[in-house]
């Protein structure tokens, strides 16, 4: 629907929902709760191209087998935390 015909929405997928938790933007252990979460941080009008950006920043710099922090800047500012 976000997509294809421009409605605003959150969706969320593994990587969404790996990168969410591990950005500390949602403690969720469901994807319906990392969507409410997302969806209570972010205005409405940036929904759709920031799920997009989100995918493919965890693609390059924050990939699934883990994150050393060195290549991506969120884990790096987190770890300083």
């Known amino acids: 629907m976000a997509q294809a015909f421009g409605v605003p929405a959150f969706p ?3 990587h969404i929902h790996r990168l969410a938790k591990r950005w500390k933007l949602s403690p969720g252990k469901s994807v319906e709760q990392v969507e409410k979460d997302l969806k209570r ?3 409405e009008g940036s ?3 920031l799920h997009l950006r989100i995918i493919f920043y ?3 710099h924050c990939t699934a087998r883990g994150c050393d ?3 991506c ?3 790096g500012a987190l ?3």
Request: aromatic share 10%.
């Open 69 to 71: 922090g060195k290549t």
């Open 12 to 14: 969320v997928d593994t």
């Open 41 to 43: 941080l972010f205005p």
């Open 58 to 60: 965890g693609r390059e």
């Open 73 to 75: 800047g969120i884990c």
């Open 47 to 49: 929904w759709n191209q």
């Open 79 to 81: 770890a300083k935390k």
